[in-house]
T-cell receptor, first 114, second 114 residues
Framework: AQSVTQLDSQVPVFEEAPVELRCNYS??????LFWYVQYPNQGLQLLLK??????LVKGINGFEAEFNKSQTSFHLRKPSVHISDTAEYFC????????????FGRGTSLIVHP | GAGVSQTPSNKVTEKGKYVELRCDPI?????LYWYRQSLGQGPEFLIY????????DSGLPNDRFFAVRPEGSVSTLKIQRTERGDSAVYLC????????????FGEGSRLTVL
């Protein structure tokens, strides 16, 4: 079984400031890790993913995340946020092979203030 | 190309009624998922299809919920004797293969049970 914890339900930040959204996971097997973003009234879309290889993953819109196996974390970062980054962000974990069913965290609402 | 399409986008019904929600996945995607998202929560897994068969239905909350995918493409989620607690956004996602791990989501069907 796998699970995801997003400790922060809401993260307020000013425009052009850096931001980090935290994600921790638990799994007994190797995992795939994802960050999805959901803009208001839109479906979830993939920001970035870690399957294997380099632990630093770069995604769309200037976001990046680092896979840390020892800390079972996959935190999302952006050095300078824009108003348009205001959205709900979901971390997800999947165990490859067999019945592949990603598990999602409860989400973090990023609120960017001018 | 066309993404995942879900209909209706909004459905309001009365307690005790029967509801069908439809999902049209991306052409060629063999894996199809239904998730449910309640307010302030992340997507919660309901059922996973690989082709025409339900590979995993462990997330269905009770026997009032049922889903089919008769030709391996379009899927219908069916809810009998709806209850107020069924109110949520029902998300459909499809995937080409578990190797890449990425799910492509529709915009969801918002169900309100009065």
């Amino acid at each position: 079984a796998q699970s995801v914890t997003q400790l922060d339900s809401q993260v307020p930040v000013f425009e052009e400031a850096p931001v980090e959204l935290r994600c921790n996971y638990s799994s007994s097997v190797s995992v795939y890790l994802f960050w999805y973003v959901q803009y208001p009234n839109q479906g979830l879309q993939l920001l970035l993913k870690y399957l294997s290889g380099s632990t630093l993953v770069k995604g769309i819109n200037g976001f990046e995340a680092e896979f840390n196996k020892s800390q079972t974390s996959f935190h999302l970062r952006k050095p300078s946020v824009h108003i348009s980054d205001t959205a709900e962000y979901f971390c997800a974990v999947g165990a490859p092979g067999g019945s592949y069913i990603p598990t999602f965290g409860r989400g973090t609402s990023l609120i960017v203030h001018p | 190309g066309a993404g995942v399409s879900q209909t209706p986008s909004n459905k309001v019904t009365e307690k005790g009624k029967y509801v069908e929600l439809r999902c049209d996945p991306i052409s060629g995607h063999t894996a199809l998922y239904w998730y449910r998202q309640s307010l302030g929560q992340g997507p919660e897994f309901l059922i996973y299809f690989q082709g025409t068969g339900a590979a995993d239905d462990s997330g269905l909350p009770n026997d009032r919920f049922f889903a089919v995918r008769p030709e391996g493409s379009v899927s219908t989620l069916k809810i009998q004797r709806t209850e107020r607690g069924d109110s949520a956004v029902y998300l459909c996602a499809s995937s080409l293969t578990s190797v890449t791990g990425e799910l492509f989501f529709g915009e969801g069907s918002r169900l309100t049970v009065l």
